[in-house]
């Protein structure tokens, strides 16, 4: 969900995209969003953007003509800006101001939850306090005179969520600042800013070593204001930048230095370097090496064997042949197939003769 910084952001976005450009005819909002429409059209118009918390001002002037107009603009969920081409608009882009000239471009407000809200010729809200990234004397002064409000009898994470004294602030931003000073998310919030009134340097500090000791052991009003600057700072460093004055190594250096990184880098059959030693073989001193105790524990299986024979022994070496399957004496019994067992039950053999009786 966008917060101070992403609403920062976004202002500033406006300012340095829309730099130079004109924009001319009515403002266009989509036919789905529920927002009021703009009843503003101009031949020639700029626009300019400014932030303050979570809300983001677009102003409409005119080149020539009447005076300008202001849209006051609340994020949402999902809302951003965005400048592409006029023939290919992103989908739920629900409010668009156009350029003028033969490649025309938007303007985009683009919010595909539908939360975002705007308003012509709108204010700021009133009852949102100073921010947080703009307005950090006019924020710390709003909260330490007003502790006796009811709302800092909340926990402390319920508390930072109020923007009548935290303009600005949302939900990962106040996981990170309490994080940071290990307050316990439930602690009372008066508790935890009381402590802040009496916050006083000593007087025998130099002016650096106070900002040293600021910047060691920040407040909790102070991470307030200093890890949303960090976030609106966290895309301008790019990845793998050097330091200035160190120029980029040359691929074709022969120097002692470079040769065998540049050589695993190029070649990509290259293995990596292994950090393990390799290991030592020692000959001479009593300890036997790889190949002497592969040969030992081959010899060590080959004893725990039963010898089958006299002859199998590990003097002689030599081979015993397989042993024959034993055979048990009685014949092999072979499965009469189910046509004689048929026959049988349906001519039983003749019995053997009685003793005594005389045939007839």
């Not at 300008?68 to 400048?83: A, K």
């Not at 994470?157 to 109020?162: I, P, R, T, Y």
């Not at 590990?314 to 072979?334: K, Q, W």
Request: charged share 30%.
């Amino acid at each position: 969900m966008p917060e101070g910084p992403e609403l920062y952001l976004a202002g500033r976005f406006v300012n340095e995209a829309c730099r130079g450009l004109v924009f001319t005819g009515p403002v266009e909002k989509s036919s789905v969003s529920r927002n009021p429409e703009v009843p503003f059209c101009s031949s020639s118009y700029c626009i300019s953007a400014a932030s303050r918390g979570k809300e983001v001002k677009l102003t409409l002037t005119p080149l020539t003509g009447t005076g300008p107009t202001d849209l006051v603009f609340r994020f949402g969920m999902s809302g951003s800006f965005r400048l592409v081409p006029a023939d290919a608009l992103p989908r739920h882009a629900h409010l668009r101001f156009y350029t003028a000239g033969p490649c025309r471009r938007a303007l985009c407000f683009v919010d595909v939850r539908r939360f975002g809200r705007w308003e012509v010729q709108g204010t700021w809200q009133a009852g949102r306090g100073p921010c947080v990234l703009q307005e950090y004397q006019k924020f710390r002064e709003n909260v330490l005179q007003n502790l006796e409000d009811k709302v800092f009898n909340k926990p402390i994470c319920e508390a930072l969520l109020d923007q009548r004294f935290f303009n600005g602030i949302g939900n990962y931003l106040r996981a990170e600042i309490l994080y940071r000073l290990r307050i316990p998310p439930f602690e009372k919030a008066r508790t935890v800013l009381e402590a802040l009134r009496q916050r006083r340097l000593s007087s025998e500090l130099t002016l650096s070593q106070k900002v040293k000791a600021k910047l060691q052991n920040p407040d909790l009003l102070e991470l307030c204001h200093t890890v949303p600057m960090e976030v609106t700072h966290l895309g301008k460093k790019r990845r793998g930048s050097r330091p200035k004055g160190k120029a980029r190594p040359d691929p074709n250096t022969t120097d002692a230095e470079d040769t065998e990184p540049t050589r695993r880098r190029n070649d990509p059959k290259a293995g990596r370097r292994s950090s393990r030693k390799p290991r030592k073989e020692t000959v001479g001193t009593g300890t036997p090496g790889p190949e002497e105790r592969v040969e030992e524990a081959r010899i060590r299986t080959r004893s725990r064997r039963k010898p089958t024979a006299p002859e199998d022994s590990l003097a002689t070496g030599e081979r015993v042949p397989p042993r024959p399957r034993r055979d048990s004496g009685s014949a092999v019994r072979r499965r009469k197939p189910k046509k004689e067992k048929a026959n049988e039950l349906l001519c039983p053999p003749s019995l053997p003769p009685v003793m005594g009786t005389v045939p007839a």
